[in-house]
């Protein structure tokens, strides 16, 4: 099993280049850095190496290089992108047209809250049962054009998503296809 050792840990700012990335198929230009000739977007921020070392596990058995960057708040996790392109700041549109493959479920009928447990993760994720298959929350941000770019996001790194309206904005979950249900006792 990969471990923190295939990811490399900047804890200087001058090891590498703040940028902005421009992705085929994104609307706007996205967070990321240049490290060594090669760009990687942002992914997440994490308050322990623990943590960190999880997420960068899960990425590198996908098939996704990340490095860490030390911040005051903990540590962020950038994934390398092999086909971005720096890109200016200028102001874009993001489109909220849903892609075809991407699910939005409007009402919580349509899926069952759940705890799931995956093999790569000691500690139970937060979880969505939905078509008998398993997803786990990845994030929830408070409007759908940030849902619907995350999303696709995932969906072009290969990775099956669906989107849950509540009252609390967007969550966005991914496709788990080795986890299984926590059962509840009681």
């Not at 790194?157 to 669906?162: E, H, P, Q, V």
Request: hydrophobic share 35%.
């Amino acid at each position: 099993m990969p471990t923190m050792t295939d990811c490399i840990i900047l804890t200087q700012q001058t090891e590498y280049e703040r940028c902005h990335l421009s992705l085929p198929d994104e609307a706007t230009p996205i967070a990321g850095i240049n490290f060594k000739g090669d760009y990687y977007s942002f992914f997440k921020v994490v308050t322990t190496l623990e943590r960190a070392n999880q997420l960068v596990d899960r990425l590198v058995s996908r098939g996704s290089r990340a490095v860490v960057t030390s911040i005051p708040k903990g540590f962020c996790i950038w994934v390398h992108e092999a086909t971005a392109k720096a890109r200016s700041r200028k102001k874009e549109t993001v489109s909220t047209k849903p892609s075809q493959s991407i699910r939005i479920l409007k009402s919580d009928r349509d899926y069952r809250p759940c705890q799931i447990l995956v093999p790569d993760l000691d500690k139970p994720l937060t979880g969505i049962a939905y078509n008998e298959q398993f997803h786990s929350l990845l994030r929830m941000v408070r409007d759908e054009a940030q849902a619907m770019e995350l999303a696709q996001k995932l969906e072009r790194k290969g990775n099956s998503t669906i989107i849950t309206i509540s009252a609390y904005g967007y969550s966005v979950w991914v496709f788990e296809p080795e986890a299984r249900l926590i059962e509840r006792k009681g």
